[in-house]
């Protein structure tokens, strides 16, 4: 693996400011040959495993809070009163929530 800022850094050492395939690939050659590179293998046996758990159980969390969300806006739609009402009394407006003890409303989880 290189780094884009080596390679360019190689590519003003060693040419101009044209901009041709040949000359970026001896840039990047240099850069090899300077030994500026990384290496990178791919993970094997348990490394590999947990790699794929943890993908899986981040897109189990994703679905699973769509879910939550998309129930939520049902919820909010089919039953408008329990997100309370606003009325206006002498130029203010007051919120009355049906749960007046309460200061998040109801949740369905």
């Known amino acids: ?7 360019a850094q190689e590519r003003q050492d060693l040419l101009n400011c044209s901009k ?7 840039a990047i050659v240099q850069s090899i040959m300077h030994n500026r590179g990384t290496s990178s293998g ?3 046996g348990n490394i590999h495993k947990l790699q794929t758990l943890t993908r899986a159980r981040r897109e189990l969390v994703q679905e699973e809070s769509a879910v ?3 129930i939520r806006v049902y919820v909010d739609h089919i039953f408008r009163e329990y997100q309370g009402k606003s009325i ?5 407006v007051s919120t009355f929530s049906p749960f007046p003890n309460c ?6 989880i």
């Open 68 to 70: 939550q969300n998309r």
């Open 42 to 44: 791919l993970s094997s």
């Open 103 to 108: 200061s998040v409303r109801p949740r369905v």
């Open 88 to 92: 206006g009394l002498m130029g203010s």
């Open 20 to 26: 041709i395939d040949n000359l970026d690939l001896m």
């Open 1 to 7: 693996m290189l780094n884009s800022a080596t390679t």
